[in-house]
């Protein structure tokens, strides 16, 4: 499975970005999906995934200001950050899992830089 996730950029505080990821090479219906994020001198921080059923789940700190989506036809999730602070500045990177719930991704894309600036 391969994951090309695309989007980044420098935003002021306060604005929107929206990430994608692309999958290929694998059936993505069937994958859970989810969105990670490290930020320098931090642990890696699950922020969203989705189900095969497009449940989505959010971590607290994005909760209400991000949303994650898919598009199974597209083979392409989606996270749209709104009302961005400096501190979701970090790399952001998307995962497939083999399961139909996110357990904790078994492949990971490379990951596309967000900058908040204040």
């Known amino acids: 499975v391969q994951l090309q996730a695309s989007g980044g950029g420098l935003v002021q505080a306060g604005g929107s970005l929206r990430l994608s990821c692309a999958a290929s090479?694998?059936?993505?219906?069937?994958?859970?999906m989810g969105w990670a994020r490290q930020a320098p001198g931090k642990q890696r921080e699950l922020v969203a995934t989705i189900t095969i059923s497009g449940t989505p789940n959010y971590a607290d700190s994005v909760k209400g200001r991000f949303t994650i989506s898919r598009d199974n036809a597209k083979n392409t999730v989606y996270l749209q950050m709104n009302s961005l602070k400096p501190e979701d500045t970090a790399v952001y990177y998307c995962?497939?899992?083999?399961?139909?719930?996110?357990?904790?991704?078994?492949?990971w894309g490379k990951g596309t830089l967000v900058t908040v600036s204040s």
């Open positions: 995962a497939a899992d083999k399961s139909p719930i996110f357990r904790g991704g078994d492949y």
């Open positions: 090479g694998s059936i993505f219906s069937r994958n859970a």
